[in-house]
């Protein structure tokens, strides 16, 4: 399982950079950052302080072997902004269903002529930074949703501020705002009620 931390939007001389760690299973295997320069993103992959120059290739290439791939497929099987990247890059190829090794590990395999360019490190960087979008979007709307409740009907949508949990009163301020809602706009989402990640989409595509 990949997981995303830490990452931040960073400002930079052509615009906004970004920078975040990738860990899989709960080990941190790499970092990755741009610094908003036009350059290329960075993907640094993790070694020991204590290997030498050549245990450290070793490692590195060994972490590269088998999550570059791995995150590749996660990439070409999602829909996303980088759909047509991909495409640009390299003949557009289904990967092949994962096999397993001795140990139970998935072994992924690419199918036609494009497996040299697509398994790169700027494959990793889109997942990572795309992965950190979704976390930053979804932590701004947790902000949102904490301060207000929203609702969407057809293209708009409509907000009521909330009262503070200090104030004592934010369960009942929340019943008089519902109760309106439901007689005025019966057919509206509540924001609030939706799991965050669809909420999250509500607010971003109202953006």
């Excluded at 490692?59 to 999602?78: F, M, S, W």
């Excluded at 902004?81 to 139970?104: C, V």
């Excluded at 036609?112 to 795309?130: H, N, P, R």
Aim: hydrophobic fraction near 35%; charged fraction near 25%; avoid cysteine.
């Amino acid at each position: 399982m990949y997981e995303v931390k830490g990452f931040q939007r960073i400002n930079g001389h052509d615009g906004q950079g970004w920078q975040a760690n990738l860990y899989h299973n709960g080990k941190k295997i790499a970092e990755a950052f741009d610094d908003g320069w036009g350059g290329e993103v960075e993907v640094r992959w993790m070694s020991k302080r204590s290997d030498d120059g050549k245990v450290a290739r070793q490692r590195i290439e060994a972490l590269r072997d088998v999550h570059v791939p791995a995150i590749g497929a996660i990439l070409q099987n999602t829909e996303g902004w980088w759909t047509e990247f991909l495409k640009a890059d390299a003949t557009y190829t289904p990967w092949a269903a994962p096999e397993k090794d001795e140990d139970g590990n998935p072994i992924f395999k690419f199918v036609g002529a494009a497996y040299g360019s697509l398994l790169t490190d700027k494959q990793v960087a889109w997942y990572i930074e795309a992965q950190g979008q979704i976390q930053a979007d979804q932590k701004t709307a947790k902000r949102i949703l904490n301060g207000k409740i929203v609702i969407a009907t057809g293209d708009k949508m409509y907000q009521w501020k909330r009262a503070t949990k200090k104030s004592g009163q934010r369960d009942t301020r929340d019943a008089q705002i519902k109760d309106l809602i439901a007689r005025t706009y019966p057919e509206a989402s509540v924001l609030n009620d939706l799991p965050i990640a669809e909420a999250t989409t509500y607010l971003v595509a109202s953006n």
